[in-house]
């Protein structure tokens, strides 16, 4: 079936880095854009990078521009989000996400079951 | 950046119609989706594109989109409809309203 799986997450101190991975199956992942979503504790959803199918572009959320950076790796079926300079307002469920074909990319159609990232000294 | 705006909260009574709206500038030229997201769950996606159905959402649900509000509407509410529900639209940036909490009475 089709899947999504992160993981990755834990307990960071601020500044530090930490990399999220999410493995993607029964689907041909190399033909979907994905998403990074995050939603802090109690929060709503929000969006915060996409990398086109290929890999070729990539967007972030203006929150993270500069500190997140979104890669995958098409021969390993692998969604990554390598995030730097954390601060406490990262701290969030990560869920990676697959951008639906049928609403032309901008709608999220397979979600993971996310991954917590805390943030905390 | 582009806003929407949901009600924090909707109630609705067991096997009545719901209705929950998101507000936006000129939101019906953009394409609405919507998403449900039930305690410690992910979400999933109900509607997309304004008033489509993904495989395996039942027909009570179904949305509609004009001018500056977007609205998703449940019918014959059960008590298993209790849940979050978020509308998203894409303006350069995958843009999501702040969650509407629906309670089935």
């Known amino acids: 079936q089709v899947q999504l799986v992160e993981s990755g997450g834990g307990v960071v101190q601020p500044g530090r880095s930490l990399r999220l991975s999410c493995a993607a199956s029964?689907?041909?992942?190399?033909?979907?854009?994905m998403h990074w979503v995050r939603q802090a504790p109690g929060k709503g959803l929000e969006w915060v990078a996409v990398?086109?199918?290929?890999?070729?572009?990539?967007y972030y959320a203006d929150s993270v521009k500069g500190r997140f950076t979104i890669s995958r790796d098409n021969s390993k079926n692998t969604l990554y989000l390598q995030m730097n300079s954390l601060r406490a307002e990262d701290t969030a469920v990560y869920y990676c996400?697959?951008?639906?074909?049928?609403?032309?990319?901008?709608?999220?159609?397979?979600w993971g079951q996310g991954t917590m990232v805390t943030v905390s000294s | 950046s582009y806003e929407l705006t949901q009600p924090l909260s909707v109630s609705v009574a067991l096997g009545q119609t719901a209705r929950i709206t998101c507000g936006g500038n000129?939101?019906?030229?953009?394409?609405v989706h919507w998403y449900q997201q039930k305690p410690g769950q992910a979400p999933v996606l109900v509607i997309y594109?304004?008033?489509n159905r993904p495989s395996g959402i039942p027909e009570r649900f179904s949305g509609s989109n004009s001018g500056n509000t977007a609205t998703l509407t449940i019918s014959r509410a059960q008590a298993g409809d209790e849940a979050d529900y978020y509308c998203?639209?894409?303006?350069?940036?995958?843009?999501f309203g702040g969650g509407t909490k629906l309670t089935v009475l």
């Open positions: 996400a697959r951008g639906s074909i049928a609403a032309a990319g901008t709608a999220f159609d397979i």
């Open positions: 029964g689907f041909t992942f190399s033909s979907y854009g």
């Open positions: 990398i086109w199918y290929d890999g070729s572009n990539k």
């Open positions: 000129n939101i019906g030229s953009k394409n």
């Open positions: 594109r304004d008033s």
């Open positions: 998203q639209v894409w303006d350069s940036r995958r843009v």
